[in-house]
């Protein structure tokens, strides 16, 4: 038998979901939509499920409408047990004032 030169480090498969960020008001967390496509059981017809994750953003990097791939992790919190991986898509940014209106 070899000796192993190297430790292997195998944190096993994790999922991994693409999704839209819907909120983003929290410290290093976002929240991520995750849309996909099934099937109605009596009507075959496809139809769009969706639900929510929260995700861990360590450098609140993330905005309202970037689109970002997470991955499972530990439990970080009460209900955060997901992480970011990258960001995909960045929004694009609106300026917020409206043209021809002046600022107080």
């Not at 944190?11 to 991994?16: E, F, M, Y």
């Not at 360590?58 to 992790?73: L, P, S």
Request: aromatic letters at 4%; glycine letters at 4%; hydrophobic letters at 35%.
């Amino acid at each position: 038998m070899e000796a192993m030169t190297e430790a292997k480090v195998d944190i096993g498969h994790r999922k991994a979901r693409v999704g839209i960020v819907v909120s983003n008001k929290m410290d290093k967390t976002v929240v991520v939509k995750v849309s996909r496509h099934a099937e109605h059981p009596l009507y075959g017809k496809r139809i769009v499920k969706t639900k929510k994750y929260v995700a861990h953003d360590e450098e609140n990097v993330c905005r309202v409408g970037d689109q970002i791939r997470i991955r499972e992790t530990r439990p970080l919190s009460k209900t955060k047990r997901w992480e970011l991986v990258e960001i995909v898509r960045r929004a694009p940014i609106f300026d917020s004032s409206i043209p021809g209106e002046e600022q107080p």
